[in-house]
Each structure stands twice: as C-alpha cells, then as structure tokens.
C-alpha cells in the first residue's frame, strides 16, 4: 500500500515564525502536492511538484513555498505565518506525468497560527 | 470560485438506507474522482472515472458526460459509512478541482 506520512497532526505556531511541513511518500512517486482544506471551500492547491527540484504554483501559492530536494519527500514553508493560514494542510502523491492517476493523501497537519 | 458542486451539504440517513450524493460540473473533464475523508482527516480515494459505472462493494459511481454530472450511491448504509464525500474533477493533466464535499451521517 501506497504510505504518504505528514509529519505532525497537528501543530501550533505564532504570527511570524517560519513555520515547515513535511511530507514523504514512499512508492516513487513523480507527483507530489500540497493542499489546504478550509470549511465550505474544498481543497485548495497550494503547490504541486512533477519531479525533484520542479515546482509549479497552484491557486494560492502567496505566503508559502515549497522545497523538493529528493523525490520522497515535499516541504511546505509558511515564511511568515499568519492567522489567515490556520487550516488542514492536505500532501498527497500520484504516479506519473499525467493526471490520470489516483492521488494517495496522507492524514493532514491541522495547524493554527496564534 | 469553486467551478464544481456537491449536493447536498449535509445528509442525515438512518442504517440501512439508499444514500445518493450528486457532483455537478462545469466544462468538460478527463476524469471524476470520489474521496472519502474520516473523521480523522485522513482521505482515501474510492473511485476515479471517465464514464459509464463502477461498482466497490457497496458503493456505486456513475458519471454522465453529456450532462456534466456525476453520483455517488451507497446501498444498505451503515455507520461506519459516516464520513465527508468529496468530488474532484480533473481537468488538465495536475489541475483538480474539488468540491466542498458532502458529510454524512448514519445513524443506527
């Protein structure tokens, strides 16, 4: 079975700190993304990322950025949290150039910012 | 803006009930997926598609092209089926779109 391990469940931060998520997937996997969920609205892609070291911004990339440096794992980087970024952080993972694989998602970092 | 809808929002059913959730979109796709997320947060996916039906135990999915619109059926429902349903649509190669999803309710 496909394993897509987020670092933290939940995580608590202040305004203005550097705040790092992790996420590792290990069945080589080209494509690997980030989401954020957020009550009413559905999953929002932050960043996506087709190979190591590519990334491609989704919808809302402002206030985050992303590091890809091997190929299992994809960190999301708030460079200065703030209250409007407390959410669930969603990563997930998927086979191939295309996008007509299913995603494998792991169990989300709930994260606020005070 | 969300370009894909879920109806209802909230559903409330009693065990053993025929559940139906409905995903409306708006241009043309290249696939459907149905998600099921825990109470945990944790999201698995059920069913991807392009057309016609696909059956999983006691979960059907079934799509028309034509219309734009896509269904969810659970048969015989249970309590462990009590979970939010999310619809995505794919409409590029990488470029999904999610619905706000549907959260049900199973009572025993």
């Known amino acids: 079975d496909v394993k897509v391990t987020q670092s933290s469940r939940y995580l608590v931060k202040r305004t203005g700190e550097k705040v790092f998520l992790e996420c590792v997937q290990d069945?080589?996997?080209?494509?690997m993304f980030w989401y954020r969920q957020d009550p009413g609205l559905g999953l929002r892609l932050i960043y996506f990322?087709?190979?190591?070291?590519?990334?491609e911004k989704g919808d809302i990339p402002e206030g985050y950025s992303v590091s890809r440096e091997k190929k299992e794992r994809f960190s999301l980087i708030l460079e200065s949290a703030s209250t409007n970024q407390t959410s669930m952080y969603l990563c997930?993972?998927?086979?191939?150039?295309?996008?007509?694989?299913?995603?494998?998602f792991g169990d989300g970092t709930r994260l606020s910012i005070l | 803006k969300n370009e894909v809808e879920q109806s209802p929002q909230n559903l409330t059913a009693q065990e053993g009930e025929f559940i139906t959730i409905n995903c409306s979109y708006s241009?043309?796709?290249?696939?459907l997926h149905w998600l099921q997320q825990h109470p945990g947060g944790g999201i698995v996916s059920l069913f991807m598609?392009?057309?016609g039906k696909k059956k999983h135990g006691r979960l059907i999915a079934t799509i028309n092209i034509q219309e734009k619109h896509s269904s969810l059926h659970i048969t015989a429902s249970h309590p462990r089926d009590s979970a939010v349903y999310i619809c995505?649509?794919?409409?590029?190669?990488?470029?999904?779109?999610f619905g706000a999803g549907t959260r049900l309710t199973v009572k025993p």
């Open positions: 997930a993972s998927g086979q191939g150039a295309g996008g007509n694989q299913p995603q494998h």
């Open positions: 069945m080589d996997h080209e494509n």
């Open positions: 990322s087709y190979d190591v070291k590519m990334k």
């Open positions: 241009v043309g796709i290249s696939a």
């Open positions: 598609l392009s057309s």
């Open positions: 995505a649509v794919l409409y590029n190669n990488n470029d999904m779109r």
